[in-house]
């Protein structure tokens, strides 16, 4: 069995993981999906079953803490090229268990604190971290061109704003780009609301530490949640 660094796109995987979180029923694009993360001392992914293989999950009756021994979980092929979070998908070749053993690390080990120093990528981590810089608080999405623009975009359209945090921060043993993943993150971390994100001071931002949960994809972490 492996443990969940040696995830990577494109290959299947087996190890066993500690539940970390009550699994989560979500549909997308009328598709019904079972969605909750996995972790051991080396990595932290979410496991991944769209129906029908979403039965392979509701019949073991996941809870948080529980160990679950995964074989030939498959890693998505195209998270090489995108900037996606560590993932197992649930296959027709996947076997889960639910088992018991010793000494295997608890939730709270599992999401330790880690210097960013030792985060690879296709990592999940938190990790404890001074912002040095904030590049923006606002992103604009134009949804006529679907793409990234200014706040008037070349087409003359007026974009969406998206409440989004964007900077550097470090923990003294290594210096990284960041960015919050979603609206409520950004939220979390400022304590504003979307409104009043233009108007955001950012050196606020950086008179204190932040507990940061997210991942490392090609020397950027993404934010996906603010722990304190």
């Given at each position: 069995m492996?443990?969940?660094n040696k995830l990577t796109p494109g290959e299947n995987i087996s190890a066993t993981a500690r539940v970390l979180n009550k699994p989560e029923s979500q549909t997308v694009r009328?598709?019904?999906l079972i969605k909750l993360k996995v972790g051991d001392s080396a990595n932290i992914a979410n496991l991944v079953a769209w129906a029908p293989m979403h039965k392979k999950i509701l019949?073991?009756?996941?809870?948080k803490g529980d160990l679950v021994e995964i074989k030939l979980g498959s890693c998505p092929k195209s998270?090489?090229?995108?900037?996606?979070?560590p993932t197992i998908t649930v296959n027709p070749n996947t076997i889960l268990k639910k088992i018991s053993?010793?000494?295997?690390p608890s939730v709270e080990e599992c999401m330790?604190?880690?210097f960013l120093d030792e985060l690879e990528d296709y990592r999940y981590a938190s990790a404890r971290v001074f912002i040095s810089s904030i590049y923006n608080t606002v992103v604009y999405f134009c949804e006529k061109c679907k793409k990234f623009s200014e706040k008037m975009c070349d087409c003359g359209n007026f974009p969406d704003a998206i409440f989004s945090i964007s900077g550097i921060f470090s923990d003294g043993t290594r210096t990284i780009p960041f960015t919050t993943l979603t609206e409520d993150v950004a939220e979390k971390m400022t304590n504003s609301k979307k409104p009043g994100a233009e108007k955001i001071n950012v050196k606020i931002l950086m008179e204190h530490p932040f507990t940061l949960f997210g991942y490392l994809r090609n020397e950027h972490f993404y934010v996906e949640d603010v722990v304190e």
């Open positions: 492996n443990t969940l009328d598709k019904k019949k073991l009756n996941l809870d998270h090489k090229t995108t900037n996606r979070p053993l010793k000494n295997f330790g604190i880690k």
